[in-house]
């Protein structure tokens, strides 16, 4: 089945500090990616939609300058979040689908990351 | 109104029972649904997606009702392993959207 990548898995960081997080494509190509956030026992939230080539859309209320989005291939997409703060730890997921954009199908996630500022 | 509403749970089932989980969602337009599984502090996978018709895999069951803007998912037999979250997906643009969850424990 399709396999999406994440690295790392879990991350310890000082306050100030940017952290960047991978997420590779392994056995497709994934024009569009999307990156999730989730709080303990909250939902995921869409943060953005990773698109190759090009800006990524960033949903309402997340910063872009702060969660910087690259997605200069297509396997690969990586969210910096810079200038981290305590109030960014949290678990970070991100996703993509197989069958280029096709709406029906499913999402692979990566195994996610947790991130953890100090 | 949330885009995509759970029931909020927690279900606490003895094995073999039937559990039920219902959701509804706000936008007309959604083209595609699925039911993903969360494991404590792990990804979401993929459990079934769901066709308007309806469609079966194995104990699940899962149904989407249009008119009403609901979709189902229903376990039967449970078993301890299904203890688990349980996330209504929702695909209204070329997104997902979540909803926050049914948390489902089996007991022995």
């Known amino acids: 089945g399709a396999v999406v990548s994440q690295h790392p898995s879990r991350v310890i960081c000082k306050s100030g500090t940017s952290v960047k997080i991978e997420c590779r494509s392994l056995?497709?190509?994934?024009?569009?990616m999307f990156w999730y956030r989730q709080f303990p026992k909250q939902s995921l939230m869409l943060m953005a939609t990773?698109?190759?080539?090009?800006?990524?859309?960033?949903e309402q209320g997340v910063e872009k300058d702060k969660f910087l989005i690259n997605h200069a291939s297509l396997t690969l997409s990586t969210l910096t979040v810079t200038s981290a703060h305590p109030e960014d730890s949290s678990f970070y997921i991100c996703?993509?689908?197989?069958?280029?954009?096709?709406?029906?199908?499913?999402?692979?996630f990566g195994n996610g990351t947790r991130l953890t500022v100090t | 109104r949330k885009e995509v509403e759970q029931d909020p749970g927690p279900f606490n089932v003895p094995e073999g029972a039937t559990v039920a989980f219902n959701c509804t969602y706000s936008?007309?337009?959604?083209?595609?649904f699925f039911w993903y599984r969360q494991d404590c502090r792990k990804e979401p996978k993929l459990l079934m997606s769901?066709?308007?018709s309806g469609n079966e895999d194995g104990r699940f069951t899962a149904q989407l009702n249009r008119a009403s803007q609901y979709i189902s998912l229903l376990i039967r037999d449970s078993k301890l392993s299904d203890s688990a979250t349980y996330l209504c997906?929702?695909?209204?643009?070329?997104?997902?959207?979540f909803g926050a969850g049914t948390r489902l424990t089996v007991k022995p």
């Open positions: 996703s993509a689908r197989t069958g280029g954009q096709g709406r029906n199908s499913p999402l692979h």
């Open positions: 056995d497709f190509q994934a024009t569009t």
């Open positions: 990773s698109n190759e080539g090009s800006k990524a859309t960033y």
């Open positions: 936008n007309s337009a959604s083209q595609s």
């Open positions: 769901v066709y308007s």
């Open positions: 997906v929702v695909n209204p643009q070329n997104d997902m959207r």
